[in-house]
Nanobody
Framework: QVHLVESGGGLVQPGGSLRLSCAASGSIFGLYAMGWYRQAPGKQRELVATITSRGSTNYGGSVKGRFTISRDNAKNTLYLQMNNLKPEDTAVYYC????????WGQGTRVTVSS
């Protein structure tokens, strides 16, 4: 059984940085494309970034140039480095393993506020 556990969320001031982590267990992590989504209060879940098993990346337009997705297959861990955070980045962030039946983590909350 696959489990994804996010961590690293919290409260940060505008312009600050956070690094989210997503630890995976129960599967061969390196074989799968992975991604980060977020959901702000009252809004639909939106794509933040994706990364293929070979490391090719893709970003949502609102985070391009500020966020970086990466993975460490030896550690079975997915990362999201978030820089120059803005209040509109406030959301619950979820990692996902893309497969025939996608697997989602429980989410970690990020609040950007002064």
């Amino acid at each position: 059984q696959v489990h994804l556990v996010e961590s690293g969320g919290g409260l940060v001031q505008p312009g600050g940085s956070l690094r989210l982590s997503c630890a995976a267990s129960g599967s061969i992590f390196g074989l799968y494309a992975m991604g980060w989504y977020r959901q702000a209060p009252g809004k639909q879940r939106e794509l933040v970034a994706t990364i293929t098993s070979r490391g090719s990346t893709n970003y949502g337009g609102s985070v391009k140039g500020r966020f970086t997705i990466s993975r460490d297959n030896a550690k079975n861990t997915l990362y999201l480095q978030m820089n120059n955070l803005k209040p509109e980045d406030t959301a619950v962030y979820y990692c996902v393993r893309f497969s025939g039946d996608d697997v989602w983590g429980q989410g970690t909350r990020v609040t950007v506020s002064s």
